[in-house]
């Protein structure tokens, strides 16, 4: 039971956060059009998410468990994609006034 909650868990987890972000991802990439994200928003989720990556790290360290490091690996990853996206598309409109 315990490893279910430890390892399988975060896996599920996972899929349900890789599905949020993918389709935004998407329409970031397609449209180019970001305007109605915060870029602070993304700045400090990625900060967050950074600080809990390094929690799930020493979580992995000091117990062998992995399922929280891969969830929060992804998790981060993809808040980086959409902050890069926000970052790069903003610049490239403001670029093209």
Not at 13 to 20: H, M
Not at 57 to 77: P, R, S
Request: aromatic share 14%; hydrophobic share 55%.
């Amino acid at each position: 039971m315990e490893a279910i909650l430890l390892e399988l868990l975060p896996l599920i987890a996972t899929v349900f956060l890789t599905v949020c972000y993918i389709p935004q991802i998407l329409r970031n990439y397609r449209t180019k059009d970001v305007s109605s994200l915060s870029l602070w928003f993304w700045v400090l989720l990625s900060v967050a998410l950074g600080l809990l990556w390094t929690n799930a790290f020493m979580i992995f360290n000091a117990f062998g468990t992995f399922g929280y490091l891969v969830t929060e690996t992804i998790n981060l990853g993809l808040a980086l994609v959409v902050l890069i996206q926000v970052v790069i598309y903003r610049k490239d409109k403001q670029n093209k006034k």
